[in-house]
């Protein structure tokens, strides 16, 4: 079993609406969430980090459900800029950064 | 000015012959990490890096032989190059030890073809 298992994917979304995806993560000691987005054929950067009790940035908004494993990115009035790959990542909590990054759900907003 | 970059960004090349890729950050940060992206968009780790010091060595074929000459500066040699090293490899930073946020930042990639 993956540590991190994400939803490939595509979600087609039309302009203007509402998307939300989940991942799953298998170690409960994992300390810290993060959603990564990746541009096609560009790196991944950091969009926002995940905190226990919700958070939002904008048209975003991550949960964590740590009973259940698992971590959620919510995506308000989609824009066409919002197409991309979203990555799930997760972090152990040791002090040198060994991310374990899931494969990604990428995201098609559509006119 | 580009944080972390690294080059080239396009390799082609046969099996069997050597290449290196180069990387270099001007954020100031202690730890530096070479990802692989493979056809199936996993990223995943394969060295790290803090202040010149091997700390992460993922289960990762000894043709690959990662170089720190300084803390701003982590280079990845690959030998006898096969098929399957055909990815993105994607450096990155972060900042290292206690103040580590789990933020990596990463350079553009470089698209390695093994033909």
């Known amino acids: 079993r993956k540590e991190v298992e994400q939803d490939p994917g595509p979600f087609n979304v039309p302009e203007g609406a509402t998307v939300a995806f989940n991942c799953t993560y298998s170690?409960?000691?994992?300390?810290?969430f993060f959603w990564y987005r990746q541009d096609c054929r560009k790196e991944p950067k950091l969009l926002m980090s995940?905190?226990?009790s919700g958070n939002e940035d904008g048209r975003f908004t991550a949960q964590l459900n740590r009973a259940s494993q698992y971590i959620s990115l919510l995506i308000r009035d989609s824009k066409l800029s919002d197409s991309a790959t979203y990555l799930c990542?997760?972090?152990?909590?040791?002090?040198?950064?060994?991310?374990?990054f899931g494969a990604g759900t990428q995201v098609v907003v559509t006119p | 000015d580009t944080a972390v970059s690294q080059t080239p960004k396009y390799l082609v090349t046969q099996m069997g012959n050597d290449k290196s890729i180069k990387c270099e950050q001007n954020?100031?940060?202690?730890?530096m990490y070479w990802y692989k992206q493979d056809s199936k968009k996993f990223l995943k780790i394969m060295f790290s890096?803090?202040?010149?010091?091997?700390?992460i060595n993922e289960t990762v074929p000894n043709r690959f032989s990662p170089k720190s000459p300084d803390k701003a500066h982590l280079n990845l040699h690959i030998n006898s190059l096969e098929l399957g090293d055909s990815a993105v490899y994607f450096c990155?930073?972060?900042?290292?030890?206690?103040?580590?946020?789990?933020?990596?930042?990463f350079g553009e990639g470089s698209r390695l073809t093994v033909l």
């Open positions: 990542v997760v972090f152990r909590g040791d002090s040198w950064g060994k991310l374990q």
């Open positions: 890096y803090n202040n010149k010091e091997l700390i």
């Open positions: 170690n409960s000691a994992s300390q810290s």
């Open positions: 990155a930073s972060s900042q290292g030890g206690t103040a580590n946020t789990g933020e990596l930042f």
């Open positions: 995940v905190y226990s």
């Open positions: 954020l100031g940060h202690d730890t």
